[in-house]
């Protein structure tokens, strides 16, 4: 990942600024009044996207600083062995029942899956029809269907 869209930087270690403008562009165009009242710090998508790609522990499936906010919140994630079953085991998916560590495979595997085809989209030139217009809450398509789960 690092090679990859982690090497997007410029000499300051900040986000291209050619590639920040061609996304502001993009986001201008697609959704101009959205892109008007909530323009994007594209740096600092960046820096907080190369922090949890840099950092996914997979002791406890979460990111070190996520364990770190919530203790100093008060809030403390349970052991694995404190967890309930009845939470991580025989959860509903689109295709069958299955663990959280299972899922939690299945979306890091679709992650480095569509970065792949960003990252050579961007440097190798190649095809990058498998990205869709997702909406990320409900991970259906703009024409209405779960790509990713139905690989």
């Not at 009044?33 to 922090?51: D, K, T, V």
Request: net charge negative.
């Amino acid at each position: 990942m690092q090679q990859n869209i982690g090497s997007c930087t410029n000499k300051d270690d900040n986000f291209d600024t050619d590639i920040a403008k061609i996304w502001r562009h993009a986001l201008l165009t697609v959704h101009p009044s959205y892109a008007a009242q909530h323009a994007p710090n594209f740096n600092s998508w960046h820096n907080g996207f190369q922090l949890v790609v840099n950092n996914v522990e997979e002791s406890y499936r979460l990111f070190a600083c996520a364990r770190h906010v919530a203790a100093n919140l008060g809030l403390f994630y349970p052991r694995p062995n404190e967890v309930d079953p009845t939470f991580i085991e025989h959860l509903k998916t689109p295709h069958e029942p299955m663990h959280y560590n299972d899922i939690f495979d299945f979306a890091v595997s679709n992650i480095q899956h569509y970065i792949t085809i960003i990252a050579n989209a961007v440097f190798l030139d190649t095809d990058y029809s498998a990205i869709k217009n997702w909406n990320l809450d409900t991970g259906y398509d703009e024409h209405n269907t779960m790509t990713v789960w139905s690989q």
